[in-house]
């Protein structure tokens, strides 16, 4: 679960500061992370895992049948609300802030 989604904030963070700023307090769509990432259609098995990510890190509406994959993810480390994951990864990165990049 964390590669796609820590590797596409640490983009974000450079290239989109203000996408990250949503991302920072869990407000960024995911039709404005899917535009950032360029993805379209999921037709890899590898992709539409990360998509899948993205897509319910950000809140996106899906099926029982697909929030059935992540749930179990996710109780397992002890996050609960899905939109804290975005926020979680973000506060990672600005601690690590490993290119001595301003986020304000």
């Known amino acids: 679960m964390i590669g796609p989604l820590l590797a596409g904030?640490?983009?974000m963070r450079l290239l989109a500061p203000e996408m990250y700023?949503?991302?920072r307090v869990g407000t960024l769509s995911w039709q404005e992370?899917?535009?950032f990432l360029g993805v379209s259609d999921v037709d890899e098995e590898e992709?539409?895992?990360?998509?899948g990510w993205w897509r319910y890190a950000t809140g996106d509406l899906m099926n029982e049948d697909e929030l059935s994959r992540y749930l179990p993810t996710l109780w397992k480390y002890?996050?609960?609300?899905?939109?804290?994951?975005?926020?979680?990864m973000a506060k990672y990165i600005d601690d690590c802030n490993f290119l001595n990049v301003s986020t304000n």
């Open 33 to 35: 992370a899917s535009r």
């Open 78 to 88: 002890g996050v609960h609300d899905q939109r804290s994951i975005l926020v979680f």
């Open 9 to 11: 904030l640490a983009v």
């Open 21 to 23: 700023a949503k991302a």
């Open 47 to 51: 992709r539409r895992w990360a998509v």
